[in-house]
DNA sequence: ACCAGCTCCTGCTTGC
DNA sequence: TGCAAGCAGGAGCTGG
């Protein structure tokens, strides 16, 4: 599923259910999601208290009393659905979400939190607070798009020295940490440039374009509440709404909004993924 | 160091 | 209608 945008969306809804609450109650269905959970999750998040919540690329990091952080990613079709009965906040579970609720946290304050993942290409871990900057998934991510270390300078000098094409290098989370598929193909049609580009090869004012677009795009989607396809949703079970807005991603064979017609937009595959563009706006 | 390809898993869509 | 192949928003690993 989800990229920053959706990650961020997900944090945010999280937020009044977890921060400053009590964890009273965890239930493991299963014991692995893409890879084993922690040795005792369980009993190392019960009687916590979550101090603060923060996302790091496309990572949730749960910072605890315990003093242990834990690490929540989606994966390709994770989702977290939040119910509060004390606030008359009930969700009705699908079989389908059912049979794929593996973790399940009770809060004293009265939410319960699940995590819905069919695919299981997501992963839980704890990390002692402390130590959270060497973690394995964190250490080598590259600055957050939406943060004060991203900017033209480091965004081209990454470009110079990857000859692979713009939409791989963007790809790559040690360049930029939190764009995917969907959020890469939308800002290199704003820019302009083509995603087989070679990267080292983009003039740097195009690359400053490209800058300036990538937050664009993930500011407008979060503002929108990230896009649903198939498997995000928010945590009260709504949808975001940015998919309305796409110009180029799953648009294959359709007409290109910016130059009316001229061209229809194509799709290609790049290292696995479909690239999406329009041949007369992008070069 | 970089890069492309493969892999994990399940559900939905497409094409015969 | 039925069935198999192909596809999906991520990212670690392998071998060149």
Redesign the pocket.
């Given at each position: 599923?989800?990229?920053l945008p959706?990650v961020e969306t997900v944090l945010n809804g999280l937020r009044p259910a977890l921060e400053h609450k009590h964890i009273e109650h965890v239930e493991l269905r299963r014991g692995d999601l893409?890879w084993p959970l922690p040795e005792n999750m369980g009993a190392r998040l019960t009687g916590s208290t979550v101090e603060n919540m923060t996302r790091r690329?496309?990572?949730i990091l749960i910072g605890l009393s315990s003093g242990e952080t834990w690490l929540i990613?989606?994966?390709?079709?994770g989702r977290i659905q939040v119910e509060d009965r004390t606030l008359g906040q009930f969700h009705h579970f699908t079989a389908?979400e059912e049979?794929?609720r593996h973790v399940i946290v009770k809060m004293r304050e009265g939410a319960c939190v699940s995590y819905i993942d069919?695919?299981?290409?997501g992963a839980m871990d704890l990390c002692a607070t402390a130590q959270i900057e060497n973690h394995?998934?964190l250490r080598?991510l590259g600055p957050e798009p939406l943060g004060n270390h991203f900017n033209l300078d480091v965004l081209f000098t990454a470009f110079q020295?990857?000859?692979?094409?713009v939409k791989?290098?963007l790809?790559?989370?040690?360049t930029v940490a939190?764009?995917?598929?969907?959020y890469v193909c939308e800002a290199l049609f704003e820019a302009r440039i083509h995603p087989n580009r070679?990267?080292?090869e983009i003039a740097k004012e195009q690359v400053e374009t490209l800058y300036h677009k990538i937050v664009d795009v993930l500011r407008q989607a979060i503002a929108a509440g990230?896009?649903?396809?198939?498997?995000?949703q928010q945590v009260d079970g709504s949808l975001?709404y940015f998919q309305h807005n796409f110009q180029v991603?799953?648009r294959e064979g359709a007409p290109c909004f910016a130059c009316d017609g001229k061209s229809e937009i194509r799709?290609i595959?790049?290292?696995?993924?479909?690239s999406f563009f329009c041949d007369h706006c992008q070069s």
């Amino acid at each position: 599923m989800p990229e920053l945008p959706e990650v961020e969306t997900v944090l945010n809804g999280l937020r009044p259910a977890l921060e400053h609450k009590h964890i009273e109650h965890v239930e493991l269905r299963r014991g692995d999601l893409r890879w084993p959970l922690p040795e005792n999750m369980g009993a190392r998040l019960t009687g916590s208290t979550v101090e603060n919540m923060t996302r790091r690329s496309k990572y949730i990091l749960i910072g605890l009393s315990s003093g242990e952080t834990w690490l929540i990613h989606l994966g390709m079709s994770g989702r977290i659905q939040v119910e509060d009965r004390t606030l008359g906040q009930f969700h009705h579970f699908t079989a389908m979400e059912e049979k794929h609720r593996h973790v399940i946290v009770k809060m004293r304050e009265g939410a319960c939190v699940s995590y819905i993942d069919p695919r299981r290409f997501g992963a839980m871990d704890l990390c002692a607070t402390a130590q959270i900057e060497n973690h394995v998934w964190l250490r080598n991510l590259g600055p957050e798009p939406l943060g004060n270390h991203f900017n033209l300078d480091v965004l081209f000098t990454a470009f110079q020295r990857r000859a692979a094409p713009v939409k791989n290098v963007l790809l790559d989370q040690k360049t930029v940490a939190g764009l995917g598929n969907i959020y890469v193909c939308e800002a290199l049609f704003e820019a302009r440039i083509h995603p087989n580009r070679p990267a080292k090869e983009i003039a740097k004012e195009q690359v400053e374009t490209l800058y300036h677009k990538i937050v664009d795009v993930l500011r407008q989607a979060i503002a929108a509440g990230g896009s649903t396809l198939r498997d995000h949703q928010q945590v009260d079970g709504s949808l975001g709404y940015f998919q309305h807005n796409f110009q180029v991603y799953g648009r294959e064979g359709a007409p290109c909004f910016a130059c009316d017609g001229k061209s229809e937009i194509r799709k290609i595959v790049q290292a696995g993924r479909s690239s999406f563009f329009c041949d007369h706006c992008q070069s």
